[in-house]
């Protein structure tokens, strides 16, 4: 029997460490539950669905909004700013243009470590106190409009201070030659370009264009790194060619101002309307501004007292009332008429405004002497519905078509309402409001034998068509008593113009103040120029004159005459007359009131 050698006990110990595990040492033996493990796993394998539906997410719902989004931190689209249109009168001569200009804008962070020297140098070429300049840095914002509308050589000045953070942006900054001459007309825009007042206000769709707008990458400090594309190209504003003729606005404003001047008067207006086409010549106020200086203005600079203004015509309403008459053959001019100084039609009573005997007149000398009770007398012949219709049908109470912004209808009451005495006072020009523009227009019908026609402040390339109101043979004879009222023994013999025929009425009336009348007075006068055949209509209107006399005829009339004589011969209109000599009574009549 065979024994296997004896081990030594080092041999058996190598044997024994190589053939028992580690794990199964109870000191080492550690025991998992199997639910641990798989749970490990579960959370593995929804933490990469939750990393594969993300990135689903973004690279594919979520594409568009995360890219629009980034592109907002470095994408930008830059406005196009165009050009607005030029206004020029009907000879091209310019009223108002566009220049260039910058407005001046910053990043406040990124201009507060800027040296306090460079700031101060700023806010000095700015106009501005450094505190004020401090103000408007002092802000959360990215973006701060610290001047507009800043001239290119002090913008050239600010960029070579090279502050960080501060920036330039192209813009225009209207001009206005005429300055204010041609204000009221014109009007004006805002630091935007967009007009305001008058003309630039009128045709601002035309004027402005369209802005046009185009994409950059600009770094962090406002500079453009790249220029992506052209969203879409600006389109320049179309000029405006005006009525206004600029020599005949330069003498009517002159002439009007003088009057004002003279007679110490709260204010003034006048109009020249071309009788042949419609066109208004000229057109201004006082008080005026300077549309290129409105850092001073006042809400009475502002007002367009030709378009906006209404008052009591007066006696300049007296040849409507007649031409009625004379339409509808009720009156002759030869007619006559037993003509007091006073008459009482129910409880009141009327008058003219210079005492005087009984007196017969004919319809011709109640428009040349300006008789109140004469033309009572005629209207009250008449129905007040049909002289209802001849004021509205001439454009008075009804809102005008000018083209023009802020032009007011006046008022005409319904003639359901007019009792006699009302009728009466309605007559010669009391008890209804117009605008000194309607009263032109209105008296087209007598310079054009009858017909009206309608207003432009644009150049017309064709007279307009006109409206018959009255027959040609009663603007003929409207015409030629209206001409007798600027001759000696008339109210208006100040109106004359040496070498032309002219025609037209005085106005006076009272003002009205919280619904009664007081002692101010509105001194008018419409005519019209030559007479043989009219060229031009002129309306005159001062607000209270103080100092001399308050009558259409003394005040308003001189007005019209100077700038006829000018403007008639600016349009080298021929003389229809061979008088020179300018007659005037010492103490001629005046207009009733």
Known sequence: MTRNPPRSSHTGRIAAGKGVPFSASPVLKVK????????????????????????????????????????????????????????????GQVLASSVPVKAIWAIPDDVKDAPKEKLQALAKLLDMSSAELNKKLDSDRNFVYLKRQVEQDISDQIVKLGIDGIETRKEYKRFYPEGEVAAHVVGFTNVEDAGQDGMELSQQKNLAGATGSRRVIKDRLGRIVEDIEAVKEPHDGKDLV????????????????????????????????????????????????NPNDRSVLTG????????????????????????????????????????????????????????????????????????NIGTAKIALQMPAEEMWEM???????????????????????????????????????????????????????????????????QKVAEPPVGQRVVS????????AMLERVTAPGGTAPKAQVPGYRVGGKTGTAYKIEGGKYVKKYIADFVGFAPASDPRLIIAVMVDEPTVGSHFGGDVAAPVFATVAANALRALNVPPDSSVTDIIIPADGPQEGL
Do not use: C
Request: proline share 5%; aromatic share 10%.
């Open 472 to 479: 040609e043979k009663t603007a003929l004879t409207m015409r």
């Open 300 to 371: 009475a600079q502002l007002r367009n007292r030709v378009m906006t203004d209404t008052f009591e015509p007066g006696s300049t309403l007296k040849p409507f009332t007649v031409a009625l008459a004379l339409d509808t053959n009720r009156v002759q001019a030869t007619t006559t008429f037993q003509v007091p100084d006073k008459m009482t039609i129910g409880t009141a009573t009327v008058g003219d405004s210079h005492p005087h005997p009984v007196q017969t007149m004919s319809v011709a000398q109640i428009i040349q002497k300006s008789s």
């Open 242 to 289: 005006l009525s206004i003729d600029s020599k005949i606005q330069y003498i009517a404003f002159t002439q009007l101002k003088e009057a004002v001047e003279k007679f110490k008067a709260k204010a003034g207006g006048i109009v020249v309307v071309d009788a042949k086409s419609g066109e208004v010549l000229a057109l201004a106020n006082l008080p005026s501004y």
């Open 32 to 91: 998992l539950p199997v639910w641990r493990s798989r749970v490990v796993l579960f959370a593995m394998f929804a933490a990469f669905l939750a990393l594969i539906v993300r990135a689903l997410w973004l690279q594919g719902i979520s594409t568009d909004f995360l890219q629009k989004q980034g592109a907002s931190r470095y994408a930008r689209t830059l406005e196009l700013p165009a050009t607005r249109g030029k206004i020029t009168d009907r000879n």
């Open 391 to 457: 004021f509205t049908t001439v454009g008075l109470g009804q809102q005008p078509k000018f083209g023009f912004p802020g032009a007011v209808a006046g008022r005409v009451r319904p003639f359901k309402s007019w009792r006699p005495i009302e009728q009466a006072t309605m007559s010669y020009g009391h008890g209804i409001s117009v605008s000194l523009i309607q009263m032109a227009h209105a008296y087209t019908i007598f310079a054009r034998n009858g017909d009206l026609i309608p207003l432009s402040f």
